[in-house]
């Protein structure tokens, strides 16, 4: 799935059938599946002009979200998902990245044409990926699997570098463990945590059963969980990031890591997301320094093998479906 500015739509979208109804719905039941913070869900999905839209919800952008970042991730990681949904139709779409705007992202249709076998695996995966918090095996992630995280990033034009050596995965555990302290010393943060750590049965939020133990190495969110300690002496971490940071780039990011997620699921690998070295923004500059990159960090992930467990709750298309 390619991705385009708006300003360009008058001249590069071809006339086409527009998407319809059906076409929404299974656009909507797939882009839900995507990760949010503290599984916020901060989506909304409508028709116009033929067009899929994918909007921001601004009833779910969290207090702590000032910047409206995390909100354009998760929505740039739902269209992705909307996209490969409508690509397994026979409907592809071009992706249109709206900066600045309440409308996201727009997918238009392309010609249509089969599912590719990119798009078919990585479809497959949407309705099981999900964050695993618990403790990983210590089985490394074999090259070849690495070198598809990377091309997965880079398909949807983000990096993604992975953190070799103790050395280099110390410095920057450490600068997300000060980031992690930075937030919790917020009582506003604090609390915004609680109140999105739900019971197995709602709709939104993060359950109990999907909160790990706390991490030595790595910070951990304070969902609850089971008790005890994680040790593991040297996961695989990884930092995605783009070329830039306007809203187009987030939403950009998020299309790109939601392509590397549904990636390692499919390679049988589990992986968290570390988002508070991006949160805060001095934490979030020592990363980029510590990597060397001019472009900008936009989330960390923990990636390893682990006992599968069960996706969170989504809330029903009913509420994310515009009129």
Do not use: K
């Not at 071809?14 to 059906?22: C, F, N, Q, S, V």
């Amino acid at each position: 799935m390619t991705d385009c500015t708006e300003r360009h739509l008058a001249v590069a979208v071809p006339d086409l059938a527009g998407y319809d109804e059906a076409d929404l719905l299974a656009a909507a039941a797939a882009g839900i599946r995507a990760p949010s913070l503290h599984n916020s869900q901060p989506w909304l999905f409508g028709l116009r002009d033929g067009s899929i839209e994918v909007r921001a919800d601004p009833a779910r952008r969290l207090l702590a979200d000032r910047t409206g970042w995390a909100v354009r991730v998760a929505c740039g990681a739902a269209a992705f998902n909307a996209g490969l949904a409508l690509a397994l139709r026979g409907r592809p779409a071009q992706l249109w990245l709206r900066p600045e705007a309440t409308v996201l992202a727009r997918l238009s249709p392309l010609p249509p044409r089969p599912a590719t076998r990119s798009e078919t695996g990585l479809a497959a995966s949407i309705p099981h990926r999900h964050s695993n918090r618990e403790p990983f095996w210590p089985d490394p992630v074999p090259a070849d699997a690495r070198a598809d995280l990377v091309a997965a990033a880079q398909a949807e034009g983000a990096w993604l570098d992975l953190l070799i050596g103790t050395t280099a995965l110390r410095g920057v555990a450490e600068i997300a463990r000060s980031a992690d302290r930075v937030l919790r010393r917020d009582p506003g943060y604090s609390l915004e945590v609680a109140t999105w750590a739900e019971a197995d049965a709602a709709a939104d939020g993060v359950p109990v059963r999907a909160g790990g133990p706390a991490g030595d190495l790595l910070p951990v969110r304070p969902y609850g969980g089971r008790s005890g300690r994680m040790v593991e002496p040297e996961p695989l971490v990884a930092v995605l990031g783009v070329a830039g940071d306007s809203a187009a780039d987030q939403v950009r990011a998020g299309a790109a890591l939601q392509r590397v997620l549904l990636t390692a699921y499919g390679r049988g690998l589990a992986a968290s997301m570390i988002s508070q070295p991006i949160e805060v923004p001095a934490a979030r500059e020592q990363v980029r320094r510590a990597l060397g990159r001019s472009g900008s960090p936009q989330m960390m992930l923990r990636i390893g093998y682990g006992v599968r467990g069960n996706p969170t709750q989504r809330r029903p298309l009913a509420e994310v479906l515009l009129p």
